[in-house]
């Protein structure tokens, strides 16, 4: 093995001068090149300071969204379980709050007991003659006297201190029964039935005990669609004050109603909602979340899903102040018999206007159109005139006259824009009580 000293094998390489010029060559080209860049790099030095800062700024920027997106989605989260847990704690204050003046009615009433005997002198044989012995008793019934059965329910609510109740008429609308009331206290009390309307299914009893707590009236003309109800009644007339929630569904409805004994009703202008209303929630109170009565529960729509209607309030406000002032309902009436008047009936009889009601006569000669001596007859209405306004109201679709006229009093005074022989003209027309 030889040893070869490295110091002797460079001083051998640099005494090359073919390859002292190649390394002096490149030497100088690496410096030429590192002090162009340098030049380069600090004539654009501003530009790349830019670019650089750009893109960590971006960077930065969407790392800050990033975290006030999720601190904004986190804030959403928190307001919307802060606004359920508000709209909860509302709902429960306000149920707290409601549940005592809300009443469960159940009807009553006697009816014969039967009981099954043998007779012995009455002997059956299916085959006759060909097997004498087959003979064998059949029971019989006879009535022997009579037990109270409940055969009906209802709800209601208190009005007033005095324990006067406002439930639907078609909940007291039977004789010879008993109307028995249970408040939220467990104690049942008798109730008499005190006024029954002649218009709408509405009711009035009073059970003799007083102080009990009674709900305040809202104003229904003020409800909107979309807007959160409670509704609690005796729900099948088995569940006692059920509570359920839901929104105010429609407004203005008309609804054909009718009662397990085949009577039907037009109801209109009627208040729809999802809220669950079942047989027996009838007579209910329909309330706002401040706990006021908006509604009267009254109906169900069958084979629907979460579809109930109640009478609006302040169709309503009339008949509790009248019974409160004189004992019984008083309506105010107009006294004409009339056709809504819309586009179709427009084009069919030739009119010159697609709205108001036409005064006509009923589907008989004894169905007069303007009853004598009736308001609109002082007034000087007469058939085949067209009420086109009520107190500036136009009637159409969503004004009703008949429903114009129930949220009115006895005496007050209404001018009526009429349209008679194509003239247009106004008559003032003081309401009297209904007969």
Do not use: C
């Not at 669950?276 to 729509?301: E, F, K, M, R, Y």
């Amino acid at each position: 093995m030889y040893n070869i000293k490295l110091s002797y094998h460079i001083k051998r390489i640099f005494n090359n001068r073919f390859f002292v010029a190649i390394f002096l060559y490149s030497l100088i080209s690496v410096i030429i090149a590192l002090l162009v860049t340098f030049g380069f790099v600090w004539y654009f030095r501003a530009n790349i300071f830019s670019y650089f800062a750009r893109g960590y700024m971006q960077e930065n920027q969407g790392q800050i969204n990033n975290k006030n997106s999720n601190s904004k989605s986190e804030a959403e989260k928190i307001i919307e379980r802060q606004s359920i847990l508000s709209q909860e704690s509302l709902v429960v204050s306000t149920v707290k709050k409601t549940n005592p003046a809300v009443v469960s009615i159940i009807i009553s009433k006697n009816v014969p007991k039967y009981e099954a005997y043998v007779d012995p002198n009455q002997q059956y044989n299916p085959f006759g003659d060909m097997f004498p012995g087959f003979s064998f008793n059949i029971p019989q019934y006879r009535q022997n006297g009579t037990e109270k059965k409940d055969i009906g329910g209802g709800s209601g609510f208190f009005v007033s201190s005095d324990g006067l109740i406002v439930t639907n008429k078609h909940v007291v609308d039977q004789t010879g029964v008993e109307y028995t009331v249970f408040t939220n206290d467990g104690k049942k009390h008798s109730a008499t039935v005190v006024a029954r309307d002649p218009v709408l299914d509405i009711a009035l009893i009073k059970i003799s005990e007083s102080g009990y707590p009674y709900l305040e009236l809202g104003d229904s003309d003020s409800l909107l669609v979309g807007q959160s109800v409670i509704a609690i009644g005796n729900a099948l007339g088995e569940f006692r004050n059920t509570v359920s929630v839901g929104v105010v569904s429609g407004l203005a409805r008309s609804i054909t109603a009718g009662d397990e004994s085949g009577n039907t009703e037009t109801l209109d202008h009627v208040i729809q909602t999802d809220a669950a209303i079942n047989p027996g929630n009838s007579g209910g109170p329909l309330l706002d979340l401040s706990g006021q009565v908006i509604g009267v529960n009254v109906a169900v729509a069958q084979g629907s899903q979460n579809i109930g209607f109640a009478l609006p309030i302040n169709s309503i406000k009339s008949s509790i102040q009248s019974v409160k002032t004189t004992g019984k309902i008083i309506r105010p009436f107009l006294g004409i018999r009339y056709v809504q008047i819309n586009a179709e009936m427009k084009d069919k009889n030739n009119l010159s206007v697609d709205y108001g009601v036409l005064v006509k006569q009923g589907t008989t000669t004894s169905d007069l159109a303007v009853i004598p001596g009736s308001p609109a007859d002082k007034a000087g209405i007469v058939e085949n005139d067209i009420i086109l306004e009520v107190n500036g109201t136009k009637l159409d679709d969503t004004n009703n006259l008949a429903t114009i006229i129930r949220g009115k009093n006895v005496g007050d005074t209404l001018t009526l824009k009429i349209l008679h022989k194509g003239t247009e003209k106004t008559v003032q027309v003081t309401l009297e009580a209904a007969k």
